[in-house]
């Protein structure tokens, strides 16, 4: 028998279950905010229920992505301002499924920490809810790992996971051709990837988070911390109008490695640099770290978060729609024969 004077509990060795009760309880309206067709049960239970008949489809191909925000969070975590993180990681997800044909259908996360603060782990999922939301993806399941010992004080992990789907035969890229139109869609910032480089940049320059950040309004911390854009809305509205042969999300490997993905063997790319105007903090970042314009096209999105290929019968009609859904649009180039992609003109 164990002395119960010298027992143990779980408490006592450093999980909190109680606490990720009352994180469970804390999230339950902002998952109910994210509800959509096809959506059967709540937060709780051992496994998550999705109704696809419910969704409106037929003859569905599921589609499905997982990714984090890399070490953004640390900027996140040092600074405080967690909620908006959760926007990333869903933007990370959904708009690689879009880049497929797949319309996002429900999300899952996983949030792992040292010791479990309820109001920061519930200013994060409620950040994931708000991207859900605004893709028309329901939070329908995740879990939280608390795990003393693996992780600094203070410090947590992000993982996202998200399903989507199509009609079987309306998968991306599809009908690519020599001859047709790249429209870029502007980024909201840095978005999610090149967080390393950009960390030393600041750490070289000797600048807090708090301090004014040198290419725009606020804290350094605020503007490097704006929130990976979502184009699911009207990236689908593109589809479903007809004439996009092709979506790349631009992230890790900038346009250089990221659009070749949707491009057949036989075809690539001839992008005009100077078609738009490269964002001050991209500036900022190639002259803090004296980086050619070749490695920053490699690394960063450059202002180009998601890149459509269309039809070039198409691309003006597309052009408008894509702008009346909310999106700053930029004809950078066309498909050609070759590949990999080239550069006319200067950013830099």
């Known amino acids: 028998m164990t ?26 309206p902002a ?37 984090g925000v890399g070490t953004k969070l640390r900027i996140a975590i040092d600074t405080g301002h967690v909620g908006q993180v959760g926007v990333d990681l869903v933007a990370m997800c959904v708009n690689d499924l879009i880049c497929q044909g797949a319309e996002p259908l429900f999300f899952l996360d996983y949030f792992a920490t040292g010791k479990l603060k309820v109001d920061e782990a519930a200013a994060v999922i409620e950040g994931i809810a708000e991207g859900c939301a605004a893709s ?12 003393p010992g693996m992780y600094h004080a203070g410090d947590f992990d992000l993982a996202g996971f998200a399903v989507g789907a199509m009609e079987r035969g309306g998968d991306l890229p599809a009908g690519v051709a020599e001859g047709d139109v790249l429209l870029g869609l502007a980024a909201s910032g840095v978005h999610s990837n090149g967080f390393s480089l950009v960390r030393k940049v600041v750490e070289r320059a000797g600048l807090g988070w708090d301090a004014p950040a040198p290419f725009a309004q606020g804290t350094l911390g605020e503007a490097l911390l704006v929130p990976t854009k979502l184009y699911v809305t009207s990236a689908l509205a593109a589809v479903r109008a007809g004439g996009v042969h092709g979506l790349a999300h631009i992230t890790g490997g900038g346009l ?16 005009d640099l100077s078609s738009w105007q490269l964002p001050g903090v991209f500036s900022w970042l190639a002259e803090g770290a004296a980086l050619t314009e070749a490695e920053l096209l490699k690394t960063f ?9 269309v039809a070039a019968d198409r691309a003006d009609a597309l052009a408008d729609l894509l702008a009346a859904e909310g999106e700053t649009v930029h004809r ?11 550069y006319g003109g200067r950013l830099l």
């Open 301 to 309: 999105n450059a202002g180009i978060g998601m890149v459509a290929v």
């Open 256 to 271: 250089t490695e990221n659009l070749p993905r949707v491009l057949p063997e036989g075809l690539g790319a001839e992008i």
């Open 136 to 147: 028309g993806c329901a939070l329908i399941g995740g879990e939280t790992a608390e795990m």
């Open 3 to 28: 002395d119960a004077k010298n027992g143990l509990t779980y408490a006592q060795a450093g999980v909190d279950i109680d606490a990720g009760n009352a994180l469970v309880e804390r999230i339950k």
């Open 31 to 67: 998952a109910k905010r994210t509800a959509r067709p096809g959506t059967m049960a709540g937060l709780g239970g051992f496994g998550a229920l999705f109704d696809l008949k419910a969704a409106g489809y037929r003859d569905p191909v599921l589609v499905a992505a997982t990714d």
């Open 332 to 342: 950078i180039g066309r498909v050609v024969a070759g590949q990999g992609v080239r």
